[in-house]
């Protein structure tokens, strides 16, 4: 059993910062590429910013600048720490994670993991 749990959301005025984390937990044999989505009311989900393993780094455009991502892979968390927030960065937040879990000993299964969501909202 594996489980991602985000914590950071709330409310925040236009220009200002929060932090999310996302810390996995369980069964975990292997923690690969993490990383933050976004879905607004009516909109599809969009990836919002991804690192890998080793520590790569990938943004949409529109938060890239005012965006950062990071992990601590000691920990199994992914932290994406917003700034500058727009009101158009209001969303629910869900953190994605690849992670392999073992089936025997001699093989794993790897899958895509989400957490439930955390709501941003930006607004005066």
């Known amino acids: 059993q594996v489980q991602l749990v985000e914590s950071g959301g709330g409310l925040v005025q236009p220009g200002g910062s929060l932090r999310l984390s996302c810390a996995a937990s369980g069964s975990i044999f292997s923690l690969h590429a993490m990383g933050w989505y976004r879905q607004a009311p009516g909109k599809q989900r969009e990836l919002v910013a991804t690192?890998?393993?080793?520590?790569?780094?990938n943004y949409v455009d529109s938060v890239k600048g005012r965006f950062t991502i990071s992990r601590d892979n000691a920990k199994n968390t992914v932290d994406l720490q917003m700034n500058s927030l727009k009101p158009d960065g209001t969303s629910v937040y869900y953190c994605?994670?690849?992670?392999?879990?073992?089936?025997?000993?001699?093989?794993?299964?790897?899958?895509?993991?989400w957490g439930q969501g955390t709501q941003v909202t930006v607004s005066s």
């Open positions: 994605n994670a690849k992670i392999s879990t073992k089936l025997t000993d001699w093989s794993q299964r790897t899958q895509d993991y």
């Open positions: 690192i890998s393993s080793g520590g790569s780094t």
